[in-house]
């Protein structure tokens, strides 16, 4: 039975099995009524793993694996008369129990828990009994060892592979709020934690969660500001990572959401000197601590992952550039081959229509030729001007707010209106005025809607223009070819504001 226990250390890398069956086979061997496997945390002084035998799920509980005598060596320990809930590594309600076995489960040269033998009904442990416990002790040793390499090489591979997939989901192209919200859902999930939250920077001096990924409802969290002034926000805000064991009991932590937490790291999104924000990644109150090996894989992944977020930042810039340039040159194309030619036309027309004003049918007819090439020079300017506004962002001038508000029309209408910009609006039409005549525009836009037999608008905006006080003024005219509320005809509607 030793032999087989031996030979089976190394033959299965699932460590609960292993050392069940090492405890299995000593109790065995030495005839021992009750055995108990305790794994030390090698982080902690507390029992990480427990594995007995002989014993009921009552008697675990009360397991003492902590006895007085000192540890860390062999001993074959006797207490004459004590009941069991008074011995080390004894069930409290069994029979009484006159000595014990211990050894200590080394892993290279640190103890990494004990092996205890209890009960043996005829009579105290014998130096055999100790000598055979010594051996399976060393063996369970090999195996913990053999394991934990093993776990810690997986738990490596899953955080690589982790920040892998997020740098790779990140450079396929995704927003900012889907960029932060994929870095909380995979750190979350690497590290078995119960959320993932990210804090950025406010205006304020404090910091603020604007992505929090969580098992269960994120109600309550996403919001939460740390306070300029709070304990933690010093190490934060410098890069610093936080590691805490109770995030309810933390005096460093003053965020209202704290009590629902345990042990939790807080880990700064840094590369290249700039700060991107923090990522932290609590467990519930009652779950095991971060280990050593926890905090340096989830460092380094929020390392990758800001990394990856710059170059996202980076890669997203360099795409827009690139529509903004591909806009410039669409723009120029335009301005300098379609408009100038469209121009001389009109000119050559103009010209022809004068020398032909004698006849009235010519006139008219070219007349109408030069209104035609006039408005489509005024279309293709404002594509001009379109082209120009970033495709995602609010627009940054007032002529760009107005091609944005018929824009979003033409959903509801169900055709462009045209729109027309005489003179420099941009120069001069101020923020409030240009508040006032988009609120008209978008009531106008709202009234043809509702209209019936709408087809056609077209919107008109001059800058400047003379108002009646005097003053110098925009205007703008809104009309539609749908059927009036009174008379039925075409319904036409203009505003002035002073610039």
Known sequence: MLLEAVLN??????????????????????????????????????IEGLYTAGMTEAERRHLDLFPDEPAGRPATLTRPGRSPGRSPGSPSDGPPVRSFLR?????????????????????????????????????????????????????????????A???TALLTGTDAADALMTVAERARALAGASAGVILQPTEEGGMEIVTASTQDDPAGIV???????????????????????????????????????GPSMMLPLQSGGRLIGT??????????????????????????????????????DREQLAVYED??????????????RLFATEMMLESTRRRAASEAEAGELLGRAVDELDSTIQEVRTAIFALQQPPAEAPSTFRG?????????????????????????????????GKELLAALRGALAAAHRRPGVSAIEVEVEAPVRLPDGRSGVRLVVADDGRGDDDGRPTTVTWQAPI
Do not use: C
């Not at 306070?227 to 995030?247: K, N, R």
């Open 9 to 46: 250390v190394g033959s299965d890398l699932e460590l609960g099995s292993t050392l069940q069956q090492i405890v299995d086979t000593a109790a065995a061997l030495t005839g021992a009524r009750h055995g108990a496997l305790g794994v030390l945390d090698p982080d902690r002084d507390r």
């Open 103 to 163: 050894a200590p489960i080394r892993v290279q040269t640190e103890v990494f828990g004990h092996l205890y033998l209890a009960g043996k009904p005829s009579g105290p442990f014998t130096d055999t009994d100790l000598a055979l416990l010594r051996v399976l002790a060393a063996q369970a040793g090999i195996a913990i060892g053999n394991a934990r390499l093993y776990e810690t090489a997986r738990q490596r591979e899953r955080w690589i592979a982790g920040a």
């Open 165 to 167: 997939a997020v740098t």
């Open 223 to 261: 919001g939460t500001v740390i306070e300029p002034g709070s304990a933690v926000l010093v190490q934060l805000l410098g890069g610093a990572p936080v590691f805490i064991d109770d995030s309810a009991t933390d005096p460093r932590m003053t965020t209202a959401v704290r009590s629902r937490f």
């Open 279 to 316: 990522l932290a990644l609590p467990r519930r109150r009652g779950e095991r601590p971060y280990t050593d090996l926890d905090r340096l894989l989830a460092t380094q992944f929020a390392s990758q992952a800001a990394l990856a977020l710059v170059l996202a930042d980076a890669q997203a």
């Open 327 to 340: 806009r410039d040159r669409i723009a120029r194309d335009l301005h300098d081959l379609v408009v100038q």
């Open 401 to 433: 707010r107005v091609l944005r508000e018929t824009g979003g029309a033409a959903a509801l209408l169900g055709f462009p209106p045209s729109v027309h910009f005489t003179g420099a609006v941009d120069a001069l039409v101020g923020a409030e005025p």
